[in-house]
């Protein structure tokens, strides 16, 4: 009864924030309604009985949308993103499909037919997450996370300006790199 | 581990705030000390208090174009986060909330703070105390995978997230005996997330408090007690995560969990004094390139240990 209440409750708070995001007109109150709607989802996982993946929700989400937040304000075309904004794109566009998404999903709650519950909960959902992620999808995973690595390596590499040549030399020589910000580590 | 009812929610913040009023009175005798004179006890305890009754009586400072509601909610949050981590906080058996996913949960309460103390340094419009929430920012970037991978470190020798379990584990052998980059690592960090010296660099003076620059009356109180419970709350959890928790000859479990993170905590105050403040590209590269592979390290001869015992 109670997990019902909170689920309607989460729910509709998710959806007030998340329209929040359209309707506030700062960039930071619009990345924080964002982080909020993300929190009720996460209380909804919980509600599932997925703790551990509640859990990892708030804590990836906040650390994301902090350091979203930083971006954002540091690329908007207004000083420092304090003038007012909208998040708006091709506004009749957007609202149409989101519209639109939103009554397909909800129809497909009430039109499809919902499985019935096969095996039992597993004691642990920790470990039932950790076995079915790593168990058999380990190659999987470990490609992903090598794939993910050389994308982000790689674009660092070709979005910076300086190369081996601007930190060593022209002939790689040089003792201590020639960097512009020097570092703790005395190199 | 047993969780204690519902009531011991409102327990628990009386608990925490008397162990921070402690850990406050003894950083005065410290300063005291540190400027040639011995501080009295009723010093140590008198100023704090006095300080806290001031800033509860003190008129709010009035920003032009603040942004209220995220000032306020970024200032809330901090000692919100420090209570929250605190759930899972066990004293010796006992614990409010003993989670299948304590370290996790405690991982992302401490980890509000990063939201905590960017709103509050963006909330009054003011450029000084925007550059310390980034320089916070900044700090939590480079601090935090060290420390998850602390934490991931006695988790994976316990073979569980539950902190109950962490400190069953260490019936025996505690696992800062075999785990002491993570302890240190811990330590260092928890430093960081409170933002207190070394890494205070987010409230320096050179930004004219930063942060904390433009809090005046009571969100200053809320802010500033709020670190200090972020300080208390992190160092106490290293006792059940490295240092056996309740474990301990003839004394209850209660009081050795007490012994230790008052022992703990006295060790941090006094060496957070030794050292100048962090400036933030130092600390970025040194938790990159030192303290990152470390911990690693750490967290691979860990798991191998556990693997083939």
């Known amino acids: 009864m109670l997990s019902a209440v909170l689920a309607w409750v989460f729910g509709a708070l998710a959806l007030v924030a998340g329209a929040l995001v359209f309707r506030l007109d700062s960039m930071a109150k619009v990345t924080f309604a964002l982080l909020a709607s993300f929190l009720f989802a996460a209380g909804e996982v919980l509600l599932l009985g997925l703790g551990y993946l509640g859990v990892v929700i708030v804590l990836m989400m906040v650390m994301e949308m902090v350091i979203m937040v930083v971006f954002m304000i540091m690329y908007m075309m207004n000083p420092a993103g304090l003038m007012p904004m909208a998040m708006f794109h091709n506004t009749r566009g957007s609202a149409t499909i989101a519209g639109g998404v939103f009554i397909a999903l909800t129809a497909g709650i009430f039109l499809v037919d919902w499985p019935e519950r096969a095996g039992r909960a597993p004691a642990d959902s920790t470990l039932a997450l950790g076995e079915s992620l790593m168990g058999g999808q380990m190659l999987t995973m470990m490609t992903l996370g090598l794939a993910l690595f050389a994308t982000i390596v790689s674009s660092v590499v070709l979005a910076t300006h300086r190369g081996r040549y601007d930190r060593f030399g022209d002939d790689l020589r040089a003792d201590h790199p020639d960097d512009p910000i020097p570092g703790g580590v005395g190199r | ?309």
């Not at chain 2, 969100?219 to 490295?242: E, I, K, N, T």
């Not at chain 2, 040194?286 to 191998?304: E, K, R």
């Open chain 2, 1 to 309: 581990m047993t969780e204690i009812p519902l009531w011991s929610l409102a327990v628990l913040p009386a608990v925490l705030g008397v162990a921070t009023i402690v850990a406050i009175a003894f950083d005065v005798a410290l300063s005291a000390r540190a400027g040639g004179r011995a501080a009295s006890l009723t010093e140590a305890v008198v100023v704090p208090l006095r300080e806290a009754v001031r800033l509860l009586v003190g008129q709010r400072r009035v920003t032009t174009a603040a942004d209220r509601v995220l000032w306020r909610t970024g200032v809330v949050t901090v000692p919100l986060a420090a209570l929250m981590a605190a759930l899972v906080l066990p004293l010796g058996g006992v614990a409010v909330a003993d989670l299948d996913v304590g370290v996790v949960w405690f991982n992302a309460m401490e980890i509000l703070a990063w939201a905590a103390v960017w709103l509050a340094g963006w909330g009054p419009n003011s450029a000084l105390s925007l550059v310390g929430g980034y320089r916070f920012v900044a700090q939590g970037l480079a601090y935090e995978l060290p420390h998850m991978f602390a934490l991931i470190t006695a988790a994976t020798a316990a073979g569980t997230l539950r902190v109950g379990g962490i400190v069953e584990a260490q019936s025996g052998v505690w696992f800062v005996v075999w785990m002491p980059v993570a302890f240190v690592v811990y330590l260092l960090s928890t430093a960081a997330m409170a933002f207190q010296a070394p890494f205070d660099a987010p409230i320096g003076r050179d930004l004219a408090g930063g942060v904390a620059g433009e809090l005046s009356g009571v969100d200053r109180l809320v802010l500033q007690g709020g670190r200090w419970l972020l300080l208390v709350v992190a160092v106490a959890m290293s006792v059940p995560l490295f240092l056996g928790g309740g474990h301990g000859p003839l004394l209850p479990p209660w009081l050795w969990t007490v012994l230790k993170t008052a022992a703990v905590l006295a060790a941090v105050l006094w060496l957070r004094r030794k050292f100048p403040t962090v400036r933030m590209d130092r600390f970025a590269e040194i938790a990159w390139v030192v303290l990152i592979p470390l911990t690693i390290l750490q967290a691979l001869a860990v798991a191998a240990l556990v693997l083939t015992w």
